[in-house]
């Protein structure tokens, strides 16, 4: 298993070989369940991508694939969830200011000390994929509990003696249609 680093070096000399920079890693993110406590455990993550280097940014098309056990929101059992991610990381490789024109959703992010480090921004994306709620399959929703009861749409509902009339003015005019 690897970091997912790179130096500024690195990638810069990347820029000249013919052959287009790809990976495919396993990377450890276990410690996500310390971040977040829904997260009772986590695969290995699966990263597949590829790097554009220029003189002055790297970006990285990648491809997230992995599992995570989160509890269920009505039976707190563990449930499987499987996700998968596609996202772009682009760094600026320089400190000379640039100007170059960007999608709208995509963000440039400055290079901290002379290494590219792209497991925080893996993290990040897997957090922000874990969904409100999740549901297991086997659980049942309950149709009652203490002081309520699942209403069934097509009971008939009583009608107030005073709405008796129009209630039969909509069930007429239903009738007609």
């Not at 499987?80 to 320089?94: K, R, S, V, Y």
């Not at 792209?118 to 874990?130: A, G």
Request: hydrophobic share 35%.
């Amino acid at each position: 298993m690897k970091t997912m680093k790179w130096s500024i070096e690195q990638l810069l000399s990347k820029r000249f070989n013919h052959e287009p920079f790809t990976f495919r890693e396993l990377v450890d993110v276990s410690d996500l369940k310390d971040r977040d406590e829904q997260i009772r455990d986590i695969s290995l993550v699966k990263v597949e991508g590829e790097g554009d280097i220029t003189d002055q940014l790297a970006s990285f098309h990648l491809h997230l694939t992995g599992k995570m056990v989160l509890p269920c929101a009505r039976t707190l059992k563990d449930v499987d969830f499987p996700f998968t991610i596609d996202t772009i990381e682009t760094f600026q490789l320089n400190d000379k200011a640039f100007h170059r024109e960007l999608a709208d959703n995509e963000e440039v992010h400055e290079v901290e000390g002379n290494t590219v480090d792209l497991l925080p921004y893996i993290k990040e994306n897997i957090l922000l994929e874990i969904p409100i709620q999740v549901l297991s399959p086997d659980a049942e929703m309950p149709s009652s509990g203490k002081g309520w009861e699942m209403a069934d749409e097509k009971r008939d509902k009583p009608v107030d003696p005073r709405m008796a009339k129009l209630a039969e003015w909509f069930d007429h005019n239903e009738e007609d249609s």
